[in-house]
């Protein structure tokens, strides 16, 4: 087991991966304590908002959004590790899961600039132009996730959407099921007409 990763060397390493530069990878470990390290404060968000939940008396709205938020955290590395095995990368996959991990930072931080520039922007050409950003966004997501799954991993270009598509789509169908009892006894009306 190795040891978790230094904070100094985190840093280093997410402004390395957020250029493109896969030299710095090794920063973020690759053991079992670097990858818990790295599952720790994603949980620890979802945890506190959750509680906050319950202490205000929303039990079922708590326990969707912890169950929620620890399927949004857990699906990519499970999903991305089926995908390992199968293409005999296990090996690697460690790594892979603690950067992943870790990565959500450098999206969580831009995600919040982007929709600050959306706001702004609100009022110009009808809101036309606040698409803009948001599809910046989403093409410096995808490329990120692509670029880590083609260096941690070492796979093809094809491979690499592949997974990242995989993952995506994985992520955000197991994100919403938890909730999805819900929604369904509160829409309105009957759907049978």
């Not at 710095?24 to 620890?44: E, Q, R, T, V």
């Not at 949004?72 to 590790?81: E, Q």
Request: glycine fraction near 10%.
């Amino acid at each position: 087991m190795s040891a978790p990763p230094v904070p100094q060397h985190l840093w280093l390493g997410l402004r390395r991966l957020a250029v493109g530069d896969a030299t710095y990878l090794d920063c973020f470990g690759a053991g079992n304590a670097a990858y818990l390290a790295s599952l720790a404060p994603l949980l620890a968000l979802p945890l506190v908002s959750g509680l906050l939940l319950f202490i205000d008396g929303k039990f079922v709205q708590g326990a969707i959004a912890l169950v929620a938020a620890a399927c949004n955290v857990l699906a990519p590395p499970v999903i991305a590790h089926a995908f390992c095995k199968a293409w005999d990368r296990e090996a690697p996959w460690a790594r892979f899961a603690t950067v992943l991990n870790w990565s959500r930072w450098l999206l969580i931080g831009q995600l919040l600039l982007v929709l600050m520039l959306v706001g702004a922007m609100d009022g110009l050409a009808g809101g036309a132009l606040a698409a803009v950003p948001l599809l910046g966004f989403a093409a410096y997501a995808f490329w990120l996730n692509i670029f880590l799954a083609r260096t941690a991993l070492s796979l093809s270009l094809g491979r690499a959407i592949v997974l990242t598509l995989t993952i995506g789509i994985g992520t955000a169908a197991v994100s919403l099921l938890p909730g999805f009892p819900e929604f369904v006894a509160a829409s309105p009306g009957d759907v049978s007409k």
